[in-house]
């Protein structure tokens, strides 16, 4: 099956910096890449996803990369605000297999230094 | 407004007891999943139901159960609880599956004693 690796655990960055989470998959065949982020205490929310036929996607201050080749993907985030310190989960998925189910990172909790 | 809603939010209880959480949803979508959540561990999943007719095993099913009574109810037990279910569980739901949006519910947080 899957295996997602998300890097790194925590992350601290002064506000106004940018923030770069990197995650790692393992079956080739995944064409499916989302990013939940899970504020303290809530329910994770999908911020931004990706498809395996575009290489980059952007939405205001976060945007996401994917290299197939190398089988990584990362999340972008710039000029960081308090309200982006979260958790934020990378998944992968493949949506031809007929099973069903995210694959989800463990997770980098993001902290914005004010 | 649509919403995935779990019950109860919070439990505790003692090993060996029998125990059901419970979602429903207005969003009117085909798919529900059950979800754990570990600290360091990211969300795994435990159950995943197509339709009312069509039960799936995730990843951690062992020591979990199912039931989708009807297509806005999916319920997860855990028929004899031990300790290391102490967990964060979510519910949710798609509309077009593993490749569109995951709608959680709040959680509910279970501690087995």
């Known amino acids: 099956g899957e295996n997602v690796e998300q890097h790194p655990s925590t992350l601290s960055v002064q506000e106004g910096d940018s923030a770069v989470i990197k995650c790692t998959y393992s079956d080739s065949a995944s064409n499916y890449f989302p990013w939940y982020k899970q504020e303290l205490g809530k329910r994770p929310q999908l911020i931004i996803d990706i498809r395996s036929n575009v290489g980059e996607k952007k939405d205001q201050r976060i945007a996401v990369t994917l290299n197939k080749t190398a089988k990584h993907f990362s999340l972008h985030i710039t000029e960081t605000q308090p309200e982006d310190s979260a958790v934020y989960f990378c998944a992968a998925a493949y949506s031809g297999g007929g099973a069903d189910g995210l694959t989800f990172g463990k997770g980098t909790h993001l902290i914005i230094q004010p | 407004d649509a919403d995935v809603t779990q019950t109860p939010r919070n439990r505790i209880t003692k090993t060996g007891k029998r125990i059901m959480l419970e979602c429903s949803q207005t969003?009117?979508?085909?798919?529900m999943y059950w979800y754990r959540q570990d600290p360091g561990l990211g969300l795994r999943l435990i159950y995943y139901s197509f339709d009312v007719k069509d039960i799936n095993k995730g990843e951690i099913s062992d020591g979990y159960s199912v039931s989708r009574q009807a297509q806005a109810k999916f319920s997860l037990s855990l028929e004899s609880a031990i300790p290391n279910q102490t967990a964060l569980y979510f519910c949710a739901t798609s509309a077009v599956g593993v490749t569109g949006e995951l709608f959680f519910g709040e959680g509910s947080r279970l501690t087995v004693l």
């Open positions: 969003k009117g979508h085909d798919r």
